[in-house]
C-alpha cells in the first residue's frame, strides 16, 4: 500500500474521467459556488454514543445525524463544492455517479436543491426504500441487473456511468472512488471533529467501500495521535485487500474493485467479516446498544469484536467506529429473519 506523506502532496484535482472537463475550457459559475457555500451550512458535527463494553471505552460516532442521513453527505457535498470553484460544473451540468444508495440519495439531495440534474446508477441490492425516494428525487434513475466478473455489480454499473457521460453533453462524473476530494472532505471534516473532540485515540476501526473515509481519516488521525491503529473492515467476498470474489448481498461496504483512493489510506490491520456476523452485530447494536444501524455499521462492530483480544488494555483503550447510516433502509433485510436465514 502507497503511504503518502502528507495530504499537501496530494493532488486534489480529481482523477479525470469520462464527463470531466478541463478548468480552462470553463469558467467558475459564481451563482453556484454561492448556494453551495450556503448549502454547506447544513453540515453540522455529529454526535457520539459510548457503548458498554468492558475493557474499552468505546465510542461510535453517528454519521447517520447528516442532514440526508448518512456519512456519504460530508462527501457528495465536498465534491460538488470543489468542482464548482474549479469550473467543473455550472449549472447546466449533469451529475452521474454510480453509488449502492447513500451517496446516491447525498448527491440526489444536494443536487435538487441547487438546481441541477442528477442520474444515479443503481443494483438490485439498493434498498427499495432507497430506490423508491430516489424516483421521486430523479427524473432519470438507470439500474443495471448484470453481475460483474467478482460476482458483485460495481464494474456494471460504471461501465453504465461510462456511457452516460459519453452521450449526455456537459456530464460531470463525481467519482466517488478515485476523487480526491472525497478524501479531503474527510480528512477536514470528519476526521477534523474526532481531533478537536478527543485528547487521545488508541484504535479506530473504518469499513472500506470507496476508501474515500479510510484515506482521509486515517490520514489525519496519524498525524493528530501518531500512536493510534488504524484498522480497516471489509466483508468477505470483496476484492478491495486480495480476497477471492464472490455474491454479496448487504450494500454499502466492499468492493468488486480495488479503489484508487485506498493507496493513500494508512492502515495497521484488516479484518474481514462475514455477512452472517455482521447481521447479528446490528443486531445487537440495536437490542443491547439502542443504537439502529445499517449494514456496514454492523460489519464494523463485528470487527471489533473479532480484534478485541488483539487490543491492547495495559491502560483503558479508546476505541472509536463511524455509524454510517441508519438501519431504516435495512428492514427488508437485514432485519428480516426471513432474508437472513438465506445467508451463507
Known amino acids: 500500500m502507497i503511504i503518502q506523506d502528507s495530504l499537501a502532496s496530494i493532488p486534489l484535482f480529481p482523477t479525470g474521467g469520462p464527463g470531466n472537463v478541463d478548468l480552462c475550457e470553463k469558467q467558475v459559475d459564481s451563482r453556484l459556488t454561492a448556494q453551495l457555500n450556503v448549502l454547506g451550512n447544513l453540515l453540522r458535527p455529529t454526535p457520539y454514543a459510548r457503548l458498554r463494553m468492558k475493557g474499552m471505552r468505546v465510542f461510535a460516532k453517528l454519521e447517520y445525524f447528516n442532514p440526508v442521513g448518512s456519512i456519504k453527505d460530508r462527501s457528495a457535498y465536498w465534491i460538488l463544492k470543489r468542482a464548482a470553484e474549479r469550473g467543473q460544473i455550472t449549472e447546466g451540468t449533469t451529475i452521474i455517479e454510480s453509488s449502492s444508495g447513500n451517496f446516491a440519495m447525498a448527491l440526489a439531495t444536494f443536487a435538487r436543491m441547487i438546481g441541477l440534474r ?61 476523487n480526491t476530494d472525497a478524501m479531503e472532505a474527510h480528512y477536514l471534516l470528519t476526521a477534523g471533529e474526532i481531533c478537536k473532540d478527543f485528547d487521545a485515540v488508541d484504535y479506530i476501526f473504518l469499513g472500506v467501500s470507496t476508501a474515500g473515509t479510510l484515506a482521509g481519516v486515517s490520514r489525519r488521525l496519524k498525524e493528530r495521535y501518531p500512536n493510534i491503529r488504524v484498522i480497516a473492515v471489509d466483508a468477505m467476498g470483496s476484492v478491495i485487500f486480495g480476497g477471492l470474489p464472490r455474491k454479496r448481498n448487504i450494500p454499502g461496504l466492499g468492493s468488486s474493485i480495488s479503489p484508487p483512493l485506498l493507496q493513500y489510506a494508512q492502515v495497521d490491520d484488516v479484518v474481514m467479516v462475514p455477512e452472517r456476523e455482521t447481521v447479528e452485530a446490528c443486531q445487537e447494536l440495536l437490542n443491547e446498544q439502542g443504537l439502529f444501524v445499517g449494514g456496514s455499521t454492523g460489519t464494523v462492530f463485528a470487527a471489533i469484536k473479532k480484534y478485541a483480544s488483539r487490543i491492547r488494555r495495559a491502560t483503558m483503550p479508546t476505541v472509536l467506529f463511524l455509524c454510517a447510516d441508519r438501519g431504516t433502509a435495512y428492514i427488508d433485510t437485514v432485519f428480516n429473519t426471513a432474508w437472513t436465514s438465506r445467508l451463507e
Not at 156 to 175: D, G, M
Open 118 to 178: 442528477f442520474i444515479p446508477v443503481v443494483d438490485p441490492n439498493i434498498s427499495g426504500a432507497y430506490e423508491s425516494s430516489l424516483r421521486r428525487i430523479c427524473e432519470t434513475v438507470v439500474k443495471v441487473e448484470e453481475r460483474d466478473d467478482a460476482g458483485g455489480f460495481l464494474k456494471t454499473r460504471l461501465e453504465k456511468v461510462t456511457q452516460l457521460c459519453s452521450a449526455i453533453p456537459e456530464s460531470f462524473w463525481t467519482n466517488q472512488y478515485g
